[in-house]
């Protein structure tokens, strides 16, 4: 009995099998090598798929070359913008092609429109298909070549007009009308408009007579860098043979809303008749708008502004002539702490029109002086010889503000920070003696700063100088 019960524990031992942890080892060695071939399946499959969609991307830019070698004028050839590039859908897959074109000049020189003094030669095009491969990674080819015209671009007596447009970015402003017009007795004829502008800012005027034209951009809501709705060139002067090209900056209004810090404690103070406002770009120096304007379109630069009251003119623009008084931030010499801030940079976007919530605030000195029921009028007159603390507007003429429909008592005006002669006077702007007095000599007691003050050459405060002058200083103490 002892016997069969050994050979039957063996026989169990024998057939028992394989324990769960040897089951679940085999199944991860199994899982592990199933990954790894799906994995490698997969990525060949996405190889396999990416090489195909090259190869149709290739033959599609390839395409697109022979279809543009085809064309007898290269000029018809035009550098894509977003809303011009051309989708396909091949085999489940979308592309997109876009295309970028060069003039090269005959002195072997390339640019996007083309260079002045010079004659085209041929054109260089890049098409480029772009799309996203499975992996939803973006990929693109892209092939170039050459483009020559089959005829001479201008007969003997004539002449062409290349036109670059650039926006604020720097880049092509595209879909911009152009229009040249014969300048009077300049010798030149008329010409046709050419083409809107393409994706490069490009356009071009051919065959046109020798002689001189105007030509000028716009398009609604647009303004040139010299705040110009319509960009302008007059004096473009075409020869037989050769090119006239023209470039513009020109893009669409950023709209500011302005107002003028003329609250005071006791109410507002009365603005100028005749102020000038300015707004300040480090690229493109002072603009000048005249007046008060409460909406301001400006050609819209990518670090935005300073906004001023007073002619503010740079020494930087070249030239001894300048003006710096209005803007605070020349103020640099401290007396008892203040220096002067200069204004915030506020942004100048392409296009967009700020809410007239969002007002742009110009800084002015406030200042009360007395008014003789005879002399009705107030005329304010730079003076160039200002204090040492007073950066000075040194420009070729005084600036002269005149303030009008004062009544007989106190009028409490607003001026561009600096120092002024101020003249009540009989007549609007006038300064002569026989009409007019000035305030500071005749009354300079009772001259005020109505924000408070007293203590001489500090913050915000009223100074009077040499019996003649005042000065309104906008240093704060930081």
Excluded at 192 to 203: I, K, L, N
Excluded at 228 to 249: C, I, P, Y
Excluded at 264 to 291: E, H, I, R
Excluded at 358 to 384: E, F, L, Q
Aim: with cysteine.
């Amino acid at each position: 009995m002892s016997r069969i019960h050994a050979a039957l524990t063996r026989r169990l031992a024998a057939d028992s099998g394989f324990t769960i942890t040897e089951v679940l080892v085999a199944m991860m060695v199994f899982a592990v090598m199933s990954i790894g071939l799906a994995y490698g399946i997969t990525n060949a499959l996405l190889l396999t798929q990416e090489s195909r969609s090259r190869q149709t991307a290739l033959n599609l830019a390839s395409q697109d070359l022979d279809k543009l070698r085809s064309l007898a004028n290269p000029f018809e050839i035009r550098s894509t913008t977003g809303d011009t590039e051309q989708p396909f859908t091949v085999g489940q897959q979308d592309y997109t092609l876009s295309r970028t074109t060069q003039w090269v000049d005959s002195a072997g020189r390339s640019s996007s429109c083309g260079t002045d003094g010079t004659t085209l030669a041929y054109k260089s095009i890049t098409s480029t298909v772009s799309w996203k491969s499975g992996r939803g990674k973006p990929l693109s080819v892209s092939l170039d070549t050459l483009i020559a015209p089959s005829s001479r671009i201008n007969a003997d007596g004539t002449g062409a007009i290349l036109v670059t447009i650039r926006n604020a970015a720097g880049t092509g402003a595209a879909g911009v009308p152009v229009t040249i017009t014969a300048n009077p007795g300049g010798g030149g004829a008329a010409v046709t408009a050419p083409a809107v502008t393409d994706g490069s800012g490009c356009t071009y005027a051919l065959k046109v007579q020798p002689g001189t034209y105007t030509v000028s951009a716009s398009t609604p809501g647009g303004i040139d860098s010299s705040q110009q709705e319509v960009a302008k060139n007059q004096n473009v002067s075409v020869s037989a043979g050769t090119d006239a090209a023209v470039t513009f900056t020109y893009d669409q209004a950023h709209t500011f809303q302005v107002a003028y810090g003329t609250s005071y404690p006791g109410g507002t103070a009365k603005l100028p008749t005749n102020l000038t406002t300015t707004l300040y770009n480090g690229v493109g120096g002072s603009s000048f708008f005249a007046g008060t304007p409460t909406t301001i379109k400006a050609f819209p630069y990518q670090d935005g502004y300073q906004v001023m009251a007073g002619a503010y003119v740079d020494a930087d623009g070249g030239g001894t002539a300048t003006c710096l008084s209005p803007n605070p931030g020349k103020w640099t010499t401290a007396t008892n702490g203040a220096i002067g801030q200069a204004p915030e940079a506020v942004d100048a976007a392409a296009g967009v029109a700020d809410p007239p919530g969002k007002r742009v605030t110009v800084p002015m000195g406030i200042v009360t002086v007395p008014i003789d029921s005879g002399y009705p009028y107030i005329t304010a007159v730079s003076d160039s010889a200002a204090p040492d603390f007073d950066p000075g507007c040194n420009a070729p003429s005084p600036k002269t503000l005149t303030f009008s429909g004062l009544a007989a008592g106190n009028a409490t005006i607003a001026l561009p920070y600096g120092t002024w002669s101020l003249y009540e006077t009989k007549a609007l702007g006038s300064t002569a003696s026989s009409n007019s007095k000035n305030l500071v000599q005749t009354a300079s007691s009772k001259i005020t700063y109505p924000n408070g003050g007293g203590q001489t050459n500090n913050a915000g405060f009223l100074v009077v100088k040499w019996g003649d002058t005042v000065t309104l200083d906008p240093r704060k103490v930081p």
